[in-house]
C-alpha cells in the first residue's frame, strides 16, 4: 500500500497547538480560547475556497494523477447499496418462515427476541456479503476504491444493527415480542427516532470518510463536517420536546406515577437538551482540534444518549411487579422515590459513560476540584444504588411477609412471618455496613485497618457481653426449631401470652390483660405452645353421685350438636364434644369429663361456650353440681333448728373472741 498522502495525513493526525507566544508577543502560553479562536478563524477562511478543494480532491485524489468522475462514484455506490439491499431482502424472504415457527415455538418473549435478533444479524452480513459482491464484479481500479468501500460499509452496517437493536427491544411491529412497556405508537415514534438520527449521523460520518478518502483534510474537512454534525442534533432535540409528554407517561405509567407529581419527569427535557448541547460543544471542541475518532465517538454518545431511557423503560417492568397494586399513598410516594432515585442513576451513568468516550475519567482526575468532583460521584453512585437496593429488598420483604400473614393456617407461612423480619433487620444492617465501608473506600481511606480494628473490636464486646450473645444464639436455635411463630399464644414458666414482637434477643409476650412480658432468649428454659396443630381441651363437672349418666350423656350429645351446626365455632371443631363419662369418685361427688378437639387458638372461645351451655341444660335437667366442701343433710325439722342454733352461737364466739384479741393487740 502506498503511503498517505500529506493532506490525508494531515486530517487523520491529532492537532499539535502550538501554545507559545509569537515572537512579537510577550512570553507565556496561550489561552485554550486563543486557541480556539484562531482554529475557527482557519476554518472560516477556507469556505471561500472549499468548492475548489472539492473539486481537486476529485480530480486529483490524494495527490494522484488519477481523477475520480462524480457521476461513475454516484453509480458506484449505488450499485454497491442495491446489492447490498437486494441480498437483505432476499435473505429476509427466505427466513420468514423460519421466524415465523420461532415466535410461534418460544412462548417467553424473551427468548423468541433473542432468536428473531439472531436472524436480523444474519441478514446484516448478507448485505455485507451482497455489496462486496457488487464491489468484485465493478472491480474498481482506482487506489480510494477500498477506502470508499469501507467508509460505505461502515455507515450502512452501522444503521442496520441498530435497527436490529431497537427491533429487539421494541418490536414495533410484533408486541408480543416487545421487551419494552410501550404500546403500538411509543414503539414506532421510538423506533423512528432512534433509526433517523442513526442514519443522519452515519450519513455524516460516512460523506466525511468518503472526502477524506478522496483526500479532503485539515481545515476543509472541519469546514464541512463541523456544521453537517449538527443535523441529528437538531433532529433529536426536535424530537425531545415534541415527544416530552409521551415519554413522560410512558416512564410512569407501567408504575401509576403522576408526571406532574416526579419533577425528575418534568424536567427531563430540559436535562436532554443540556445533553446533548453540551455533547455538540464537544463534538465540535474535538473536530476543530482534529482529534482521530470524533465521528464513531459521536455516534456512540448520540447512542449511549438513546439508551438511558430504554434501560429506564426496561427496569420499569420489574420495578412495576414490585410495586404492583400500591394504591396508598405511602405506597405511591415510596415507587415515586426508587424511580428518581433509578432516573438520577441512569442519567449520572450516561453522562460519565460519555464523558468516558470523550477521554475524561473521574477516577484520574487531579486538583482539588477533581478530588471534590470524584468524591461527590462515587459518594452520590453508592447512596442512590443503595438506596434502591434497600427499597426493592424491603418491599420483597414485605410482600413475602404480607403473603405469609394472609395464609396464617400455613405452618410454612407462619414461619415465614416469623423470620422475614428479623431477615430485614439484618439485612439493613448489612446494607448499611457495605455502603459505609464503600463510601469510606471510594473517599480514599484504607479500609484494612478499620475492618481488622472492628474485629478485635467484636471480640472485646463479645467476651464482655456473653449472656446477650448467649440470648441471641439461644434465639437463633428457637427459631430454627420452629418453636413458635408470630402470634402463637404460649406459657413460659409462670408467664403466657401472644407472641406479640420477636428481636434479636428477646421474645415480647402480650397478656390477655394487656401487659407485655419481656423474656430473653437465654432465660427460656421451656416453652408451652397452645397454637401448634390441634387442642384437646377436657371438662370436669362434679354432679351428685346418685346423677343418671345416661343422661349426662345425652346432654353432652346434644350440645355437641348445637356447637357443632353453629356457623361461628362449627368450622373451628376438629372433633366434637364428646362425654369421657366418669373419670373419678370422691367422697361427696363424682366427676365426670367432657372433651374436645379444635383447632389452635379456637379452644378457649369454644370452652367458654360449652361451659355455659351445659351448666345451663344440667340446671335445666335437675342435675346440680356439687361444689367442695363439707355438706351435712339434717332430716328431722327439730335436730335442723337445734343445729342452725349451735352454729349461730359458734360464729357469734368466734366473732366476740376475734374482738378481744384485737382489743389487746391494740
Not at 482554529?39 to 475556497?49: D, G, K, M, N, Q
Not at 490524494?62 to 457521476?71: E, K, L, S
Not at 393456617?409 to 423480619?421: E, F, G, I, V
Request: glycine content about 8%; some cysteine; overall charge positive.
Amino acid at each position: 500500500m502506498s503511503a498517505p498522502s500529506p493532506v490525508l495525513a494531515q486530517a487523520q493526525a491529532p492537532l499539535q497547538v502550538d501554545t507559545t507566544a509569537a515572537p512579537d508577543q510577550p512570553a507565556g502560553r496561550r489561552t485554550a480560547l486563543e486557541v480556539y479562536a484562531d482554529r475557527l478563524e482557519a476554518v472560516a477562511a477556507t469556505y471561500p475556497r472549499l468548492p475548489v478543494i472539492v473539486m481537486n480532491a476529485f480530480e486529483r485524489p490524494n495527490g494522484r494523477d488519477v481523477p475520480v468522475d462524480p457521476w461513475r462514484l454516484l453509480t458506484g455506490l449505488t450499485a454497491l447499496i442495491a446489492a447490498g439491499t437486494a441480498a437483505l431482502l432476499a435473505t429476509n424472504r427466505a427466513l420468514a418462515r423460519t421466524r415465523e415457527r420461532v415466535e410461534a415455538a418460544h412462548a417467553a418473549p424473551v427468548i423468541a427476541a433473542v432468536l428473531r435478533l439472531g436472524l436480523g444479524l444474519v441478514g446484516v452480513a448478507a448485505y455485507v456479503v451482497g455489496a462486496l459482491i457488487a464491489y468484485a464484479a465493478l472491480h474498481p481500479r482506482h487506489p480510494a476504491a477500498p477506502a470508499i468501500l469501507l467508509a460505505v460499509l461502515q455507515a450502512s452496517v452501522t444503521v442496520l444493527l441498530v435497527d436490529r437493536l431497537v427491533r429487539f427491544l421494541c418490536a414495533p411491529d410484533q408486541p408480543a415480542l416487545r421487551l419494552l412497556p410501550l404500546d403500538d405508537t411509543g414503539a414506532r415514534a421510538l423506533h423512528r427516532t432512534a433509526m433517523v438520527t442513526v442514519a443522519l449521523a452515519a450519513g455524516v460520518l460516512g460523506l466525511v470518510d468518503l472526502l477524506m478518502a478522496l483526500g479532503v483534510g485539515g481545515d476543509a474537512i472541519v469546514a464541512i463536517g463541523l456544521p453537517a454534525s449538527t443535523i441529528p442534533f437538531i433532529y433529536l432535540l426536535h424530537r425531545v420536546w415534541r415527544g416530552r409528554n409521551a415519554v413522560a407517561m410512558a416512564l410512569a405509567g407501567p408504575l401509576s406515577i403522576d408526571p406532574a407529581a416526579s419533577p425528575a419527569l418534568g424536567l427531563w427535557p430540559v436535562a436532554a437538551t443540556v445533553y446533548l448541547i453540551g455533547l455538540w460543544l464537544v463534538v465540535a471542541a474535538s473536530a476543530v482540534r482534529l482529534e482521530p475518532g470524533t465521528g464513531p465517538r459521536m455516534l456512540v454518545s448520540l447512542l449511549a444518549a438513546l439508551a438511558v431511557p430504554a434501560v429506564a423503560l426496561i427496569v420499569q417492568r420489574p420495578l412495576a411487579r414490585f410495586y404492583r397494586g400500591e394504591e396508598t399513598e405511602a405506597g405511591k410516594a415510596t415507587v415515586t422515590r426508587v424511580m428518581r432515585a433509578v432516573w438520577t442513576a441512569l442519567f449520572l451513568v450516561g453522562l460519565f459513560a460519555t464523558a468516558a468516550i470523550w477521554g475524561f475519567r473521574v477516577e484520574k482526575a487531579t486538583g482539588i476540584g477533581g478530588i471534590l468532583l470524584r468524591l461527590a460521584v462515587n459518594v452520590s453512585v453508592v447512596l442512590l444504588l443503595g438506596y434502591v437496593a434497600w427499597t426493592l429488598v424491603v418491599r420483597a420483604i414485605d410482600r413475602a411477609l404480607e403473603g405469609a400473614r394472609q395464609d396464617s393456617h400455613n405452618s410454612r407461612a407462619q414461619r415465614m412471618a416469623t423470620l422475614l423480619p428479623l431477615l430485614r433487620k439484618f439485612l439493613q444492617i448489612v446494607l448499611i455496613s457495605v455502603i459505609a465501608m464503600i463510601m469510606l473506600s471510594s473517599v480514599g481511606i484504607e479500609i484494612g485497618p478499620l475492618l481488622a480494628g472492628a474485629g478485635v473490636v467484636g471480640i472485646a464486646i463479645g467476651l464482655g457481653a456473653q449472656s446477650t450473645i448467649a440470648d441471641i444464639l439461644a434465639g437463633v436455635f428457637y427459631l430454627l426449631e420452629d418453636a413458635f411463630h408470630m402470634g402463637d399464644y404460649v406459657e413460659v414458666g409462670q408467664l403466657r401470652g401472644t407472641v406479640e414482637g420477636i428481636s434479636l434477643r428477646s421474645l415480647k409476650l402480650r397478656h390477655h390483660r394487656g401487659a407485655v412480658h419481656t423474656l430473653p432468649f437465654g432465660q427460656i428454659k421451656a416453652l408451652t405452645n397452645y397454637s401448634r396443630d390441634w387442642a384437646l381441651m377436657r371438662l370436669e363437672f362434679r354432679v351428685p353421685p346418685d346423677t343418671d349418666m345416661a343422661l349426662v350423656k345425652k346432654i353432652v350429645k346434644t350440645i355437641g350438636k348445637e356447637l357443632a351446626d353453629d356457623p361461628e365455632m362449627g368450622p373451628s371443631f376438629i372433633e366434637g364434644l364428646k362425654s369421657q363419662g366418669v373419670r373419678r369418685v370422691e367422697d361427696d361427688a363424682v366427676i365426670i369429663g367432657v372433651k374436645f378437639t379444635a383447632k389452635p387458638d379456637e379452644q378457649f372461645v369454644i370452652r367458654r361456650e360449652a361451659y355455659h351451655r351445659l351448666i345451663r341444660a344440667f340446671r335445666e335437667n335437675g342435675i346440680s353440681l356439687v361444689g367442695r366442701g363439707v355438706v351435712v343433710h339434717v332430716d328431722d325439722p327439730a335436730a335442723r333448728s337445734q343445729a342452725i342454733g349451735f352454729a349461730a352461737a359458734q360464729a357469734l364466739e368466734g366473732a366476740m373472741g376475734g374482738a378481744k384479741g384485737n382489743g389487746g393487740a391494740d
